[in-house]
Nanobody, 125 residues
């Protein structure tokens, strides 16, 4: 199993980005996928996760209403739309996959076993 995140970049405060996580290998659409953010000096934190849209999604409080996670089972991708970005949203964003099927997802990194390489998001004026 491999995960590859892309879509990061430099954006001004208030701007938007769309991150994409491409998942390859033997997986199931019932395996939860999470997006995590890591900033120097801070612990990696989960910002959003999904099993299936409108069935099981979860967001970290600071991104609720600004970030939207979505899953395309046909293409085996999980996207994260970042709107109204703020400087504190800067960091390396990484996607991760849980190896067991579940109806629910978690924002805790211990729930994920497969990790991709991150993509850097910088929010700066």
């Amino acid at each position: 199993v491999q995960l590859q995140a892309s879509g990061g970049g430099v954006v001004q405060p208030g701007g938007s980005l769309r991150l994409s996580c491409v998942i390859s290998g033997r997986t199931s659409p019932q395996m939860p996928v999470g997006w995590f953010r890591e900033t120097p000096g801070k612990r990696r934190e989960g910002v959003a996760c999904i099993v299936a849209e409108e069935i099981s999604e979860s967001y970290e409080d600071s991104v609720k209403g600004r970030f939207t996670i979505s899953r395309d089972k046909t293409r085996n991708t999980v996207d994260l739309r970042l709107d109204r970005l703020q400087p504190e949203d800067s960091g390396t964003y990484t996607c991760a996959l849980a190896e067991e099927e579940n109806w629910y997802c978690t924002l805790f990194e211990v729930g994920y076993q497969q990790w991709g390489r991150g993509t850097l998001v910088t929010v700066s004026s």
